[in-house]
């Protein structure tokens, strides 16, 4: 199982072979034997003492260390050396180019489905935007045209082109007086951009930190190439996740007005980035994780079991190193209904 330490201020001690997990605010404490424990996960203003991260160590259970504003900042980990027989069916695949196309094509067909499901359900509560339908019509047309592609090229034109059609019309869900100009990043220069990079570095991250979990390299991906030094396989993860986690949050901050024009920092008379001031980004990020991790009948704290979210990704990411290991690409990836 994956612990997650999210709630500031907790103390976690160890006595013999379990972890005592104590509440200061509560005055309530929690007991998890270790042999349970696969990873954990520590959010900032935690402690931790070191017969807790001696005993990880010799249990070769990774700790993850994220900072207040969600990075992923590093892991503690043993030197247990890692799975290299994955490693090479990995990079395997990734100079493999129809290897490639296939992962890639999986990654695009899943996340325009994932598009479309959530459009249909943006709607129910906007009945004010219309011509939904034609907009599915049209990512219908590019799922049809995916299973033709023989190449990562053209894959990656159809990728553009639904993602283009798709914004355009996510955008109309978002409440009055937040112009849509189109996709732009790196620096956003509007605020749905805003949220929306920031809303996808998080998820990223996330992502990142879940390929380590499960022992698949993060930089060595089949769709997104190295032109830098990003993670390319969170990359192509991402795109069969961002509309259902990043989309979809950034839509309910600003219909619930969570986030309102007073939390962007905008220059108009310069080319500055429009930014989110510190507590916008703190809110931001509050309600990022806390949807990331709701679970089905309640909401938050320490374990992962009944977190939704973070179910779907684990076991998509379980999934796809299950794939590389039999050598077989017949199974069901991660698609809403």
Known sequence: MLLYLTKPWLQVNKSWWKLVVYDNEEKQEKIIPIAVIDAIVVFSRIQ????????????????????WNGKYLWKLDSL????????????????????????????????????????????KWSWKVVDVDETIKSLDYYLKQIDNVDNLESLRWYEWSASKIYFMKWAEFAPAGY???????????????????????LLAQLIHMYLEIVSIEPQ?????????????????????????????????????????????????????????????????????????????????????????????IEKTLEDFKKSLVDNEFSYTWFKLK
Request: net charge positive.
């Open 80 to 123: 247990e050396p890692r799975n290299v027989e994955l490693l090479y069916k990995q990079i395997g695949c990734a100079l493999d180019e129809s290897c490639c196309l296939k992962y890639s094509k999986t990654f695009i067909k899943v996340k325009i489905h994932n598009s479309k499901v959530m459009l249909k359900r943006w709607q």
């Open 48 to 67: 931790l003492t070191t017969d807790v991260l001696t005993a990880c160590l010799r249990e070769k259970i990774p700790v993850f260390f994220i900072v």
């Open 179 to 201: 112009v849509w100009a189109g996709r732009n990043k790196r620096p956003p220069r509007d605020p749905l951009n805003a949220l929306l990079s920031l809303g996808y570095t």
């Open 220 to 312: 060595i991906g089949f769709m997104h190439q190295p032109k830098d030094l990003r993670s390319l396989l969170v990359l192509d993860m991402m795109e069969m996740f961002r509309a259902w986690i990043v989309d979809d949050l950034v839509l309910k901050v600003l219909r619930n007005n969570d986030i309102t024009k007073d939390d962007f920092i905008i220059d108009r008379h310069s080319q500055t980035p429009v930014l989110l001031t510190e507590e916008g980004l703190r809110k931001f990020i509050w309600k990022f994780y806390k949807e990331v991790f709701k679970k089905e009948e309640q909401e938050d704290v320490m374990f992962g079991e009944n977190w939704i979210k973070l179910k779907h």
